[in-house]
């Protein structure tokens, strides 16, 4: 993080808000909000002083479980930070809260409201987006009807910005993708975190 971070969107938490250090929960120059259980999920939101003079407002739409999604209302700006389960334990739940999800984007972007949706989404969008010795067909992050859903959130008036940058394809050449050899210069997996953002944004 550095001081120019108009917005920080954080995910995996695993602490109560009483449990932030008073040095990132009070954090200078930064509105912040934290959203979490302890040892377990949990999202947070700081948001720049320079951008939103006045306090954003904090909220957590009506389908949050586990302390997973916490949204910041800047102006007509609403940003999110989403934390999606991995589908390992409860996999209907997973599909419920992505689907829930889709049409939480979907009102916003009826409603003719800017999104960025930020975090760690838990489902790959292509098979570019993971390392082939991960690929796996009926792997959970990697099947098809997470990716249709992931689709189905795109369409809700987003953008891909990692697939927008060229950020999130894998590089046959480099064996990883660009986020990874900056990140993980040692390790193979899959890119499951991004960012989503309504067309127009920062223009």
Known sequence: MCSSDLV????????????????????????????????????????SRSFASSPPTFDHPPFDFETRIATARIGDL??????????????????????ALIAFGGGLHEAGLPVVLCGDLNITRDDIDVHPKERKVNAIGQRPEERTRLASLLDQGLVDLGRALGLNVYDADAKRTPVEANAYPHRNGALLGTVEFAPGIGR
Do not use: M
């Not at 120059?29 to 377990?40: D, K, L, P, S």
């Open 8 to 47: 920080v969107c954080l995910q995996e938490l695993k602490a109560e808000p009483e449990q932030i250090p008073a040095s990132l929960a009070t954090l200078d120059g930064y509105w912040t909000h934290w959203h979490g259980t302890r040892a377990y999920s949990g999202v947070g939101l700081l948001v």
């Open 78 to 99: 609403v940003v999110g930070s989403v934390y999606v389960p991995n589908g390992g334990k409860d996999y209907d739940a997973k599909l419920r809260f992505v689907d």
